[in-house]
């Protein structure tokens, strides 16, 4: 009765949004983000723009991040094309971002400063290295106090290939797109890590190009899919300071040949 019931509420909501108009607003650097935000427009059947600076970035990496600091530590944000697209046209804007710095890249910043949003809702996404779908959607919430910023999905760069099948998920979970879905389980609590269970975090996390910390306990769930698993992780911080905790996920397939991947750091 309790998932019928969650399951009809879901349809209710899905209907009423679908009858607001949705837009996937994005800025991609390397073309991660836009795959994420192409896939978005297809499953949800919404009008799509991206975000396109005056002057481009390189695409260089390093290059990338040297402007990118510049710009920060002298407020000088990247002027960016006027959008096609009327922003006040809609009423649920997904917005999409790689993660720079732990939180959205520098053209969103001016992107924030030059439209009103006051009013709608915003659907935050992202891609990156390690994390910062959280950090970055705190600060959507600070710079956009008149908006009602959403619950967002983040996507690592190295599993751009599970961004079909994860947005199905997080589109009808949150009531955007209609379907049925299977709720998963919650985490089991946290438990002192095996050896098991570290050599499953060791294989996710060691090729990672900075080291990730150590796991300390770890709670599970079996899904339709594999063993999801949510460790507790002791690292340095990351301004070079003291212990750090931080909360890194990881999942393994059910196939034979399935490799651990890890799917997101929560600092």
């Known amino acids: 009765m309790k998932k019928l019931i969650l399951s009809l509420a879901a349809m209710a909501a899905a209907t009423t949004i679908s009858a607001q108009k949705m837009l996937v607003l994005y800025y991609s650097e390397t073309g991660t983000t836009k795959t994420v935000a192409q896939e978005l427009q297809k499953q949800l059947g919404a009008d799509i723009e991206s975000i396109e600076c005056e002057k481009p970035y390189s695409g260089n990496f390093q290059e990338t991040m040297q402007r990118g600091q510049r710009e920060m530590q002298s407020q000088e944000w990247p002027a960016i094309k006027p959008l096609a697209k009327k922003v006040a046209d809609y009423d649920i804007v997904f917005l999409g971002y790689p ?64 961004a079909a099948k994860e947005i199905d998920r997080f589109l009808k979970e949150n009531g955007y797109k209609k379907g049925k879905f299977e709720k998963l389980p919650d985490y089991s609590t946290q438990q002192p890590v095996t050896d098991a269970e570290k050599a499953i975090f060791d294989a996710a996390c060691s090729s990672y190009q900075f080291p990730l910390g150590t796991p300390q306990t770890v709670g599970k769930r079996t899904t339709p899919d594999g063993t999801d698993y949510k460790y507790m992780v002791k690292s340095r911080a990351m301004n070079g300071g003291g212990e750090a905790t931080s909360i890194i996920y990881v999942t393994v397939g059910k196939g034979a040949d399935a490799k651990p991947e890890f799917t997101q750091v929560v600092r």
């Not at 994390?131 to 919430?141: E, P, Q, V, Y």
């Open 99 to 162: 993660i720079w710095f732990g939180t959205y890249a520098n053209p969103i910043v001016t992107l924030l400063k030059e439209q009103d949003f006051a009013g709608k809702t915003i659907v935050p996404f992202c891609t990156f290295g390690s994390g910062g779908l959280n950090t970055s959607s705190d600060a959507l919430k600070k710079a956009l106090p008149k908006a009602k910023i959403a619950e967002g999905y983040g996507l690592r760069t190295a599993r751009v290939s599970a």
